[in-house]
T-cell receptor, first 115, second 115 residues
Framework: ETGVTQTPRHLVMGMTNKKSLKCEQH?????MYWYKQSAKKPLELMFV???????ENNSVPSRFSPECPNSSHLFLHLHTLQPEDSALYLC??????????????FGSGTQLSVL | AQSVTQPDIHITVSEGASLELRCNYSYGATPYLFWYVQSPGQGLQLLLKYFSGDTLVQGIKGFEAEFKRSQSSFNLRKPSVHWSDAAEYFCAVAVPYNQGGKLIFGQGTELSVKP
């Protein structure tokens, strides 16, 4: 248990559905991240929030919409996804006044399948 | 541009044998280097990190890694592998925030352990 909890663990959705992924951390961190992990590809950084403010968006399609209501919670809202969006979505958190890459704590991920 | 290469996609070793996983990076200045491990169905866990100083760093679970600037490498080693070490291993390089701030992962090396 790393202190970062993601729900749900598995999600199957159709291309017209709207769903949300949730991430919660109780480590007192103030930076949170969404990563996408596709098979046999490097992890792709999607979004970074520091002190609840989005500081990085790596050209992610608008069908992915993040939300960070407070320093402990991070959401990823999904709508009209494509089959190629099927992947493991990992949430992470870290210390730092700004985004700190010194040590990331990862959740177990949400395995998403888009039909 | 910064990048990380893990030349071996899959490695199989016998239990009790030694292990070395290769990692090469591309970055102009002295990088922050990391090794993470991902067990099946889990998020990533930090094994060890190198920021500066002694080029041989010790991590958790009996792992160590050596930073070799001349070879742009940060190979992970373990003298005697246990069956529980079977997992996927990711090397990563962090660019300091004041120089752009990113954590870049390699594509991973999957380790299988034979009895």
């Amino acid at each position: 248990e790393t202190g970062v909890t993601q729900t749900p663990r598995h999600l199957v959705m159709g291309m017209t559905n709207k769903k949300s992924l949730k991430c919660e951390q109780h480590l007192g961190h103030n930076a949170m991240y969404w990563y996408k992990q596709s098979a046999k590809k490097p992890l792709e950084l999607m979004f970074v929030y520091s002190l609840e403010e989005r500081v990085e968006n790596n050209s992610v399609p608008s069908r992915f919409s993040p939300e960070c209501p407070n320093s402990s919670h991070l959401f990823l809202h999904l709508h009209t996804l494509q089959p190629e969006d099927s992947a493991l979505y990992l949430c992470a958190s870290s210390h730092g006044d700004r985004t700190s890459y010194e040590k990331l704590f990862f959740g177990s991920g949400t395995q998403l399948s888009v039909l | 541009a910064q990048s990380v290469t893990q030349p071996d996609i899959h490695i199989t070793v016998s239990e009790g044998a030694s292990l070395e996983l290769r990692c090469n990076y591309s970055y102009g200045a002295t990088p922050y280097l990391f090794w993470y491990v991902q067990s099946p169905g889990q998020g990533l866990q930090l094994l060890l990190k190198y920021f500066s100083g002694d080029t041989l760093v010790q991590g958790i679970k009996g792992f160590e890694a050596e930073f070799k600037r001349s070879q742009s490498s940060f190979n992970l080693r373990k003298p005697s592998v246990h069956w529980s070490d079977a997992a996927e291993y990711f090397c990563a390089v962090a660019v300091p925030y004041n120089q752009g701030g990113k954590l870049i992962f390699g594509q991973g090396t999957e380790l299988s352990v034979k009895p």
